[in-house]
């Protein structure tokens, strides 16, 4: 990838509510400087929106499939399409 500036839309599934997902999706969000949200959904995945460079938006992926995001995810869907610049920093939806 390059360090375009790219928008990481993804649902997470698995074991990833009740686990302090979306707390260290977060903060690993914020570690790279990636603004956008994330957010419990009803049927218990895990919605997120990312947006920053491609290199640092294509890390949160690698480690949202990785075995050290906590509790147990299953598969990310995800695309990655061109960023809005909507938001001002990372946040945890409720």
Do not use: C
Not at 10 to 39: C, H, M, N, P, S
Not at 54 to 79: I, T
């Amino acid at each position: 990838m390059t360090d375009e500036t790219v928008r990481l839309t993804a649902r997470i599934t698995g074991v990833v509510q009740g686990v302090g997902f979306r707390y260290w999706t977060a903060r690993k969000a914020d570690e790279l400087l990636l603004t956008g949200t994330v957010r419990n959904d009803h049927d218990g995945s895990v919605q997120l929106v990312a947006e920053g460079s491609a290199a640092d938006v294509d890390h949160l992926l690698g480690w949202l499939k990785s075995a050290r995001a906590p509790g147990r995810v299953e598969n990310v869907d995800f695309e990655v399409l061109e960023a809005t610049g909507e938001f001002d920093d990372f946040r945890i939806i409720d």
